[in-house]
């Protein structure tokens, strides 16, 4: 075989390679949800998890019993077992910081200072950001027991538990994220479709499975909306969590406008309504952000069903049920009554009644 000959069949053998490796159908482009699940990382699990040993064991008020572990799941338990036996091993000097540090700021403090952070940021990372930071305020006192308490945490106790949970972990993130891949889920383009709103921001969000499976938390940096999660999250709990969270920026569109302030002032004025509120934990929320809340509530439920086909019949609050029942009567849709005016007309029933 001439080398001219040989030339011309390896260059149309290295065409066709090309050609298969290149796939242009639409089957061969995977689709992206607009919801990343990470795995662990230092900088939200070792605080967090130190806030546990520290709720587990002096925080009686938040009452975090074996209980609440043991209902939850084996794994659950086998996580505060581990919770106790770390503080019973822990030195008197090391319980006295870990006490300072979490009286003086809660952890959502401390991880909102730090959630920034690369994901492989280093304890000694996490430490430095905490102590310089202008918001935290920390005194000279707290930043010694900052550093000195972190570090021993992670090199005595956290480090090898960690590295134990974190395969895991990031086994079940990349599960999740390609079930949600194959079922191609897009809540955001669900949601402004269902309300016939447009969202303000072009949302992102990002969810970080933790160590924690009683307590889940929630940080928002410009449009990006961070949240932590448990190991047994499965992909259905993660749209509903969205539909939630989602359903805040989407009525904020209208709830502070001049016609819905109006209205919450003649809603103050009704006896039921403030009965309602009163008889409810009113250090949570104003009245105005109590009535928003029954419609967030509801209307998240409302989504749900849409999506999902759930039903409801327990209420998260006085009115949230109601307005979930209230929106499948009337068959909502919002190319005939806004959002906005629905939720009034609804109030409005039930000023009425």
């Known amino acids: 075989m001439n080398s001219k000959k040989f030339l011309l069949i390896m260059f149309v053998l290295l065409v066709i390679i090309f050609a298969i490796g290149k796939d242009t159908s639409a089957n061969a482009q995977t689709y992206k949800s607009d ?33 609440l572990y043991k ?16 503080y019973s091993n822990m030195d008197k000097e090391m319980k006295s910081s870990l006490e300072n540090i979490f009286k003086s700021k809660d952890s959502w403090e401390y991880i909102n200072t730090v959630i920034n952070l690369n994901d492989d940021a280093s304890v000694d990372e996490i430490i430095n950001t905490l102590n310089r930071d202008k918001y935290l305020n920390l005194s000279d006192d707290l930043k010694n027991d900052i550093e000195k308490f972190f570090i021993y945490f992670y090199d005595e106790h956290f480090k090898s538990y960690y590295k134990k949970q974190k395969y895991k972990y990031d ?111 009113k250090g949570s929320y104003s009245f105005n952000d109590w009535c928003l809340e029954n419609l967030i509530s509801g209307y998240s439920k409302y989504l749900e069903y849409l999506y999902f086909g759930s039903t409801y019949e327990n209420a998260s609050y006085a009115y949230d049920l109601d307005f979930y029942n209230y929106l499948k009567d009337i068959g909502f849709n919002p190319n005939k009554i806004s959002l906005k005016d629905a939720t009034i007309n609804f109030y409005k029933s039930k000023l009425n009644s």
Do not use: C
């Not at 990470?38 to 975090?64: G, H, M, P, R, W």
């Not at 307590?215 to 932590?228: K, L, P």
């Not at 406008?257 to 006896?271: P, V």
């Open 71 to 86: 209902d939850k799941s084996n794994q659950a338990y086998k996580h505060y077992t581990w919770l106790k036996n770390t």
């Open 171 to 281: 086994r079940k993130a990349n599960n999740l994220n390609q079930k949600l891949s194959d079922n191609q889920v897009d809540v955001i383009k669900f949601i402004e479709t269902s309300s016939g709103i447009k969202l303000p921001k072009h949302y992102k969000s990002i969810m970080y499975y933790n160590l924690n499976p009683l307590v889940s938390q929630a940080f928002e940096h410009d449009n990006v909306m961070i949240s932590t999660i448990g190991l047994n999250v499965t992909p259905a709990d993660i749209v509903s969590i969205h539909f939630y969270k989602y359903a805040r920026p989407l009525f904020d569109t209208f709830s502070t406008s001049k016609e819905y302030l109006n209205f919450y002032s003649t809603l103050n004025q009704d006896k039921n309504f403030k009965s309602d509120y009163n008889n409810f934990d």
């Open 35 to 67: 919801i990343l699940i990470k795995e662990l990382t230092l900088k939200i699990s070792l605080i967090q998890t130190a806030s546990e040993v520290y709720d587990a064991n002096i925080n009686e008020t938040k009452n975090f019993n074996k209980n």
